[in-house]
């Protein structure tokens, strides 16, 4: 599977962003599907994630505002970013994970900036 993230930009504190992630190939619906981020000047972190049967996982600085959803029908995730704050600023990729759980397939980043 091949990954391409987009609908990054900027932004003002408080505002929504939804980022996208568009999978090629046909085994997309069965994987476990990944949003990471990673600032500037910091490692990369897990953000949120979604199983192929919908169990989501997020991580707790995104709590309450992001949502993760996938589309199987367009082979798309989504991350729905709400009240974003300044330390949401960082380059989100997406990845697929292979059964195991490890993130094997890496999409290209996206950037979000939110100013204050």
């Known amino acids: 599977v091949q990954l391409q993230a987009s609908g990054g930009g900027m932004v003002q504190a408080g505002d929504s962003l939804r980022l996208s992630c568009a999978a090629s190939g046909r085994t997309f619906s069965s994987k476990t599907m990944g949003w990471f981020r990673q600032a500037p000047g910091k490692e990369r972190e897990f953000v949120a994630s979604i199983t192929w049967s919908l169990i989501t996982d997020y991580a707790d600085s995104v709590k309450g505002r992001f949502s993760i959803s996938r589309d199987n029908q367009k082979n798309t995730v989504y991350l729905q970013m709400n009240s974003l704050k300044p330390e949401d600023t960082a380059v989100y990729s997406c990845?697929?994970?292979?059964?195991?759980?490890?993130?094997?397939?890496w999409g290209q980043g996206t950037l979000v900036t939110v100013s204050s």
């Open positions: 990845a697929a994970a292979v059964p195991t759980g490890a993130y094997v397939t």
